[in-house]
């Protein structure tokens, strides 16, 4: 597990409505740029969307769709991204994280960040009384062996971009068309299906933030989004 810092910096938190997959890119594009730049602080942006396929650069035609034909017919849209990994799906019901931060604040490089990202949704997980794991060689956070969590990040001019999804309430039908992260026979489930109830997307985004802060040592400040502002 990464270890928890105890500095504290701040950074600003972004809590969104359901946003279409292209809308939210070209929001961390701008965000990116201008974090870049120093002219905003780090920022973490929270949100749902709608259904969507989104492919990693690391995918090979061989592991991008299985269903075309069903893709097509529940017009889920497909993204080509500069994020790591390979094919993975969005929907509402799943909660999206989304970092702008500055690498060299917080650790020594793109895998540490990585298991800090596993390290506060495991943390957020087991609050919810779910023993979550991660998985040596596959990155991403497991209840045994079914995966509730998906990771793919893209770091640029030592700022990142994207960054994680969690199952939480969401329709798991659009998994069985593709082969989730290139992972063959992979098992995708929810938080709801892994607690025997329902769960409030809502209570989740709340409780997420302070599972950030303490892993990353941030003081993470709720700010109203208004588009072309830092």
């Given at each position: 597990?990464?270890t928890t810092?105890?500095?504290?910096?701040?950074a600003?938190?972004?809590?969104?409505?359901?946003?279409?997959?292209?809308?939210?890119?070209?929001?961390?594009?701008?965000?990116?740029?201008?974090?870049?730049?120093?002219?905003?602080?780090?920022?973490?942006?929270?949100?749902?969307?709608?259904p969507?396929?989104?492919?990693?650069r690391?995918?090979?035609?061989?592991?991008?769709?299985?269903?075309?034909?069903?893709?097509?017919?529940?017009?889920?849209p497909?993204?080509?991204?500069?994020?790591?990994?390979?094919?993975?799906?969005?929907?509402?019901?799943?909660?999206?994280?989304?970092?702008?931060?500055?690498?060299?604040t917080?650790?020594?490089?793109p895998?540490q960040?990585?298991?800090?990202?596993?390290?506060?949704?495991?943390?957020?997980?087991?609050?919810?009384?779910?023993?979550?794991?991660?998985?040596?060689?596959?990155?991403?956070?497991?209840?045994?062996?079914?995966?509730?969590?998906?990771?793919?990040?893209?770091?640029?001019?030592?700022?990142?971009?994207?960054?994680?999804?969690?199952?939480?309430?969401?329709?798991?039908?659009?998994?069985?068309?593709?082969?989730p992260?290139?992972?063959?026979?992979?098992?995708?489930?929810?938080?709801?299906?892994?607690?025997?109830?329902?769960?409030?997307?809502?209570?989740v985004?709340?409780?997420?933030?302070?599972?950030?802060e303490?892993?990353?040592g941030l003081?993470?400040?709720?700010?109203?989004?208004?588009?072309?502002?830092?």
């Amino acid at each position: 597990m990464a270890t928890t810092t105890q500095t504290q910096y701040s950074a600003h938190l972004y809590c969104l409505p359901i946003t279409p997959y292209k809308e939210a890119w070209e929001i961390q594009k701008a965000k990116h740029n201008a974090r870049v730049n120093d002219q905003t602080s780090d920022t973490l942006f929270l949100l749902q969307h709608p259904p969507t396929y989104t492919l990693g650069r690391r995918t090979k035609d061989s592991s991008r769709l299985l269903d075309e034909e069903a893709r097509i017919k529940h017009a889920i849209p497909i993204y080509e991204t500069e994020r790591g990994g390979l094919i993975t799906y969005h929907g509402p019901g799943q909660l999206v994280g989304y970092p702008i931060f500055k690498l060299r604040t917080y650790c020594t490089g793109p895998k540490q960040y990585i298991h800090m990202l596993e390290e506060v949704l495991i943390n957020l997980l087991r609050n919810f009384g779910l023993q979550a794991e991660r998985h040596e060689h596959c990155t991403g956070v497991w209840i045994e062996n079914r995966k509730i969590a998906a990771l793919g990040v893209h770091i640029n001019r030592r700022v990142t971009m994207h960054g994680f999804s969690l199952n939480v309430a969401n329709d798991l039908t659009a998994y069985k068309w593709i082969t989730p992260c290139g992972i063959q026979n992979c098992i995708m489930t929810n938080m709801e299906n892994e607690l025997g109830n329902s769960v409030n997307l809502s209570e989740v985004m709340d409780q997420l933030p302070r599972f950030f802060e303490n892993t990353f040592g941030l003081n993470l400040i709720r700010k109203s989004y208004q588009e072309n502002t830092t």
